[in-house]
């Protein structure tokens, strides 16, 4: 059974920080390019960054840049997003992505909330 489990989530205030993590099961992690996206209220799904199956590249919404890094840990079967000097505008639901040939995994995603 494909799980993609997120978690990191939570209340940050303007210029914070926060992880996000991504486990993985149930299938080859270290074969599947990995990404985050996320939702703001009322918004439609954005793409937000990803790394390659062996995590030699990594790419990000180009907003986004500097701020937000995603690194994977291929024993861990876990795929991270670290944040940086959170603003208001990055409150959304947060998921992740897994993603290799026509196989196409989300998981059930994880609220991050940017506020004083």
């Known amino acids: 059974q494909v799980q993609l489990v997120e978690s990191g989530g939570g209340l940050a205030q303007p210029g914070g920080s926060l992880r996000l993590s991504c486990t993985a099961s149930g299938f080859t992690f270290s074969s599947y390019a990995m990404s985050w996206a996320r939702q703001a209220p009322g918004k439609g799904l954005e793409w937000v960054s990803g790394?390659?199956?062996?995590?030699?590249?990594?790419y990000y919404a180009d907003s986004l840049k500097g701020r937000f890094t995603i690194s994977r840990h291929t024993t861990r079967n876990t795929v991270y997003l670290q944040m940086n000097n959170l603003k208001p505008e990055d409150t959304a639901v947060y998921y992740c992505n897994a993603v290799r040939g026509v196989n196409n995994y989300w998981g059930q995603g994880t609220k991050v909330t940017v506020s004083s």
């Open positions: 790394i390659d199956s062996d995590g030699s590249d990594t």
